[in-house]
């Protein structure tokens, strides 16, 4: 319950706007910890960094919420040169993408403008060899993006396209199962966003045990599960749970973001984990920035203190 109040408290000052100006002109020094610049070609350096710890990346172009389609066609072609530029520079285009910065909710000549760009960047994701990881938004959005979800899958397969699972959710159990018959590479989060009780879970024990049920079920079914967590309990309860049902390494990656947890990911990562960093990158940072500093009291003092310094 502290946790939501702390959450809501953050993220409602973050949203007004003297505030937005403020922390946009003074914190992109502190931004810094948890985006890798502003530029794709920083966020692929990120990549080539990280691999030198056996690290592997999933690029996020930073934006989401795009109101215009002309917006929303530039964002995807942005993305569209991501892939292409990460793969000449010989990494495997892993993006993630969020619908809502590509169009979703957006109508165009009768079709959904996101899933009409989801499909060029999936499309090329599979062309290149790539993945794509449709990342879960609000909830008003969750029905919209497993539908799309579905028709990816069926058009790209699921060693093309995934997306995301909120275990602050109550409904996502359910979402879950409802999938299985698609085989699908889901990663399994607790989720970022400020949602009423009416439809998240206020305790964070009961998050933290929905995440363990939702990983759990994921990886009996038999499909591949992204473990998107720095809870180190979680991650100790997962390696015992794969060992004691014999669930291969292959079937399964933890995942964290850019900028937290480094140690963990470097321990994982050398004990024969697979372990990807989630990499944003771009201008528009000050959403995924406010999620951040909403996650843990600490960084508020550190988002002060880098302030502070100028
Ligand atoms: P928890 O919040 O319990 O934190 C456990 C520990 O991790 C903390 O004690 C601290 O040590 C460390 N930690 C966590 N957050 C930190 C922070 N901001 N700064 C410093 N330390 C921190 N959400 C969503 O709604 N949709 C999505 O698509 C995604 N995608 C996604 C991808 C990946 C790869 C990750 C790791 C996370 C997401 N998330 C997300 C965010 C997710 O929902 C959640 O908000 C954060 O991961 C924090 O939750 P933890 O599981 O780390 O646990």
Same mark, same amino acid.
């Given at each position: 319950?502290?946790?939501?109040?702390?959450?809501?408290?953050?993220?409602?000052?973050?949203?007004?706007?003297?505030?937005?100006?403020?922390?946009?002109?003074?914190?992109?020094?502190?931004?810094?910890?948890?985006?890798?610049?502003?530029?794709?070609?920083?966020?692929?350096?990120?990549?080539?960094?990280?691999?030198?710890?056996?690290?592997?990346?999933?690029?996020?172009?930073?934006?989401?919420?795009?109101?215009?389609?002309?917006?929303?066609?530039?964002?995807?072609?942005?993305?569209?040169?991501?892939?292409?530029?990460?793969?000449?520079?010989?990494?495997?285009?892993?993006?993630?993408?969020?619908?809502?910065?590509?169009?979703?909710? %957006?109508?165009?000549? !009768?079709?959904?403008?996101? /899933?009409?760009?989801?499909?060029?960047?999936? =499309?090329?994701?599979? +062309?290149?060899?790539?993945?794509?990881?449709?990342?879960?938004?609000?909830?008003?959005?969750?029905?919209?993006?497993?539908?799309?979800?579905?028709?990816?899958?069926?058009?790209?397969?699921?060693?093309?396209?995934?997306?995301?699972?909120?275990s602050y959710?109550?409904?996502s159990e359910?979402?879950?199962?409802?999938?299985?018959?698609?085989?699908?590479?889901?990663?399994?989060?607790k989720?970022?966003?400020?949602?009423?009780?009416?439809?998240?879970m206020?305790d964070k024990a009961d998050v933290d045990a929905s995440y363990r049920r939702l990983v759990y079920?994921?990886?009996?079914?038999?499909?591949?599960?992204?473990?998107?967590?720095?809870d180190?309990s979680i991650?100790?309860d997962?390696?015992?749970?794969?060992?004691?049902?014999?669930?291969?390494?292959?079937?399964?990656?933890? %995942?964290?973001?850019? !900028?937290?947890?480094?140690? /963990?990911?470097?321990?994982?990562?050398?004990? =024969?984990?697979?372990? +990807?960093?989630?990499?944003?990158?771009?201008?528009?940072?000050?959403?995924?920035?406010?999620?951040?500093?909403?996650?843990?009291?600490?960084?508020?003092?550190?988002?002060?203190?880098?302030?502070?310094?100028?």
């Amino acid at each position: 319950m502290i946790d939501r109040i702390y959450r809501s408290t953050v993220l409602g000052v973050a949203g007004r706007k003297p505030i937005e100006q403020l922390v946009r002109t003074r914190a992109w020094g502190v931004a810094q910890r948890f985006v890798a610049g502003e530029e794709s070609s920083t966020a692929i350096a990120a990549v080539q960094e990280l691999a030198q710890d056996g690290i592997l990346g999933n690029l996020d172009l930073l934006g989401e919420f795009v109101s215009s389609p002309e917006t929303a066609n530039t964002f995807a072609e942005q993305v569209l040169a991501l892939q292409t530029q990460a793969a000449a520079a010989g990494i495997r285009p892993y993006v993630s993408v969020k619908l809502s910065s590509v169009g979703q909710g %957006q109508t165009v000549e !009768g079709a959904d403008l996101g /899933l009409t760009n989801a499909r060029r960047i999936v =499309g090329q994701a599979k +062309r290149l060899g790539g993945f794509v990881c449709l990342d879960m938004e609000d909830h008003p959005r969750v029905d919209q993006t497993l539908e799309q979800f579905r028709v990816l899958v069926n058009e790209f397969g699921h060693d093309t396209v995934g997306t995301v699972l909120q275990s602050y959710l109550y409904r996502s159990e359910a979402d879950r199962a409802s999938l299985d018959d698609l085989q699908p590479n889901l990663r399994i989060v607790k989720g970022a966003y400020l949602e009423p009780a009416s439809v998240a879970m206020p305790d964070k024990a009961d998050v933290d045990a929905s995440y363990r049920r939702l990983v759990y079920a994921h990886l009996k079914a038999g499909n591949y599960t992204n473990v998107a967590s720095h809870d180190e309990s979680i991650i100790q309860d997962v390696k015992h749970f794969v060992l004691a049902h014999g669930i291969p390494k292959t079937q399964f990656e933890f %995942q964290m973001l850019y !900028g937290i947890r480094r140690d /963990l990911q470097r321990e994982l990562a050398q004990q =024969g984990y697979t372990v +990807r960093a989630y990499i944003p990158y771009g201008r528009d940072w000050y959403a995924y920035f406010s999620r951040r500093i909403a996650e843990r009291p600490a960084n508020v003092m550190f988002v002060l203190r880098g302030m502070l310094k100028g």
